[in-house]
Nanobody, 119 residues
Framework: QVHFVESGGGLVQPGGSLRLSCAVS????????MGWYRQSPGNQRELVAA???????KYVDSMKGRFTISRDNAKNTIELQMNSLKPEDTAVYYC?????????????WGQGTQVTVSS
């Protein structure tokens, strides 16, 4: 079964913007907090931002002020607005569940969406 389908990545110049979207299977969307994660070559997958069911958000320090995570309850999607992009933001971006306290409970990872920041 497919839980997460990411889209919206692409090639953008430094300082540019992209908006990522993740379609989430309904039952997962309704019971889990959700996060955006990214993985660049040679590095471990890392959390970018998370949003709880009630709307509270959490950001990694390096993304604060540049990235905004949101939920669209009508569409069961998680969005990530990325502004002021830097070359070091280049990575494959994924969405999955997020557990604020306790061990992660990830679903199957989707294909992700490639974000490349380069001039």
């Amino acid at each position: 079964q497919v839980h997460f389908v990411e889209s919206g990545g692409g090639l953008v110049q430094p300082g540019g913007s992209l908006r990522l979207s993740c379609a989430v299977s309904g039952y997962i969307y309704s019971i889990f907090a959700m996060g955006w994660y990214r993985q660049s070559p040679g590095n471990q997958r890392e959390l970018v931002a998370a949003i709880m069911i009630g709307g509270k958000t959490k950001y990694v320090d390096s993304m604060k002020g540049r990235f905004t995570i949101s939920r669209d309850n009508a569409k069961n999607t998680i969005e990530l607005q990325m502004n002021s992009l830097k070359p070091e933001d280049t990575a494959v971006y994924y969405c999955n569940t997020f557990v604020e306290a306790g061990p992660p409970k990830f679903g199957p990872w989707g294909q992700g969406t490639q974000v490349t920041v380069s001039s």
